[in-house]
Nanobody, 122 residues
Framework: QVQLVESGGGLVQAGGSLRLSCVAS????????MGWYRQAPGKQRELVAR???????NYADSVQGRFTISRDNAKKAVYLQMNSLKPEDTAVYYC????????????????WGQGTQVTVSS
């Protein structure tokens, strides 16, 4: 039906940059809020950044000023530009989106990607 596919993770040195991408595909009528979450070993999953359909954004305090979330509605994609990376940013990053399925109800459903590993070395 609907799936989210992330890409762009990898291994970088502290101070480096990465750009994560997430593309939605399938029978999609519309996409509401999209965001990025992350989960480090032994930690609970936390919100990193969120963006609304019209571009309103929210960031975790720990990444504000370093990360930038954006979206391309025509491509059904959301991106996360990560600059000045720190070892504490090391985690699996997950794409999240609220999607209304074509031919379904007016309500949205919560979808998740499989995650992409980001490792920052000191």
């Amino acid at each position: 039906q609907v799936q989210l596919v992330e890409s762009g993770g990898g291994l970088v040195q502290a101070g480096g940059s990465l750009r994560l991408s997430c593309v939605a595909s399938g029978s999609i009528a519309s996409i509401n809020n999209m965001g990025w979450y992350r989960q480090a070993p032994g930690k609970q999953r936390e919100l990193v950044a969120r963006i609304s359909t019209v571009g309103f954004t929210n960031y975790a305090d720990s990444v504000q000023g370093r990360f930038t979330i954006s979206r391309d509605n025509a491509k059904k994609a959301v991106y996360l530009q990560m600059n000045s990376l720190k070892p504490e940013d090391t985690a699996v990053y997950y794409c999240n989106a609220f999607i209304r399925v074509r031919g379904g109800n007016a309500e949205t459903e919560d979808y998740w990607g499989q995650g992409t590993q980001v490792t920052v070395s000191s």
